[in-house]
Each structure stands twice: as structure tokens, then as C-alpha cells.
């Protein structure tokens, strides 16, 4: 997807990662309507999720939506969603996430979306990201009606 946003900059965005709880999910579970939304998306975009995985839940939860799935371990989370930022093309990447763990990624990337969610958000998180939005199922709206970011990115 590419999109100008007047004033500010063009994005290309090839690639969307994802932190899973807190982001997509809540307690370890994917609502449907996210399931089938990151199914679409698969379709024009290249999708990671990066988790700790808390509940023990992702690899069910995610079985057949078209992403590539990594499970991070170790005290140094942030870093190495950071790290994998890095080999993927953050220039054409847009990355979601809700935490502290998820500030390094959110910088890295074209594109930072944190979401809020029933989690509620890190306040650096917030301060990092492009775009804050309440629900990812409206963050995920909006790559399917691009002229959202014009509206809210536009200077």
C-alpha cells in the first residue's frame, strides 16, 4: 500500500507486525472479527506476530491466518522485537502494540500504531507511536480505507 499523506511524508507499507496480547487479543484470545480481518490483510500484506506468548494461547489462536509467528522468550523482549524490526524492511513496515515492551518497535518502523485496548497502554508507547488508536479493529479499518490516515496525519 502506498499513500501520501499531504505535509507530512509517503508511506509504502509492504508489512505489518504485531504484538498479540494487548494488541490482538485480550487474556490470550483472538476475537473472530480480528481473525478474520488479519486473514484479508494476509491477502496485500506481509504479517508477523511477536509475542511472549502469556497465556500459552497464540499457535491456537492463530492456526490458520497467513502470518509468520515468533514466540519471544528472556528478559530482554524489547530489544529483540527491536532487533527483528531491523530485518525486515522497517521502512515499509507498520508495527501495533500496547507496551513497554513495544516502544523500540514502534520507533523502528514507518509506521507505529499503539493501541489501547482493555489492557490500556504504556504511556511511552503512546508517545512513541504515529497513531493511537482504542480498538485494533479500527486500526485495522483503516488499511482497507487509507484516506483515515490522510485525515488524522495530514499537517
Do not use: W
Not at 33 to 50: A, D, E, F, N, W
Not at 69 to 91: D, M, S, V
Amino acid at each position: 500500500m502506498i499513500f501520501e499523506i499531504p505535509g507530512y511524508k509517503t508511506f509504502q507499507i509492504t508489512t505489518l507486525v504485531f504484538d498479540y496480547n494487548g494488541t490482538l487479543a485480550t487474556d490470550g484470545k483472538l476475537p473472530e472479527s480480528i481473525h478474520k480481518r488479519l486473514i484479508q490483510l494476509s491477502k496485500h500484506y506481509m504479517i508477523y506476530i511477536l509475542t511472549a506468548d502469556t497465556f500459552g494461547s497464540v499457535k491456537k489462536e492463530i492456526s490458520n491466518i497467513p502470518c509468520e509467528l515468533h514466540i519471544i522468550t528472556g528478559e530482554h523482549q524489547a530489544e529483540a522485537k527491536a532487533n527483528f524490526i531491523e530485518t525486515i524492511q522497517p521502512e515499509f513496515t507498520a508495527a501495533f502494540g500496547n507496551g513497554a515492551n513495544d516502544v523500540l518497535m514502534l520507533e523502528k518502523t514507518a509506521l507505529g500504531i499503539c493501541i489501547i485496548g482493555k489492557e490500556g497502554a504504556f504511556a511511552k508507547a503512546l508517545m512513541t507511536a504515529d497513531l493511537v488508536f482504542n480498538e485494533i479493529s479500527d486500526a485495522l479499518e483503516c488499511f482497507q480505507q487509507h484516506k483515515r490516515f490522510i485525515a488524522t496525519l495530514r499537517r
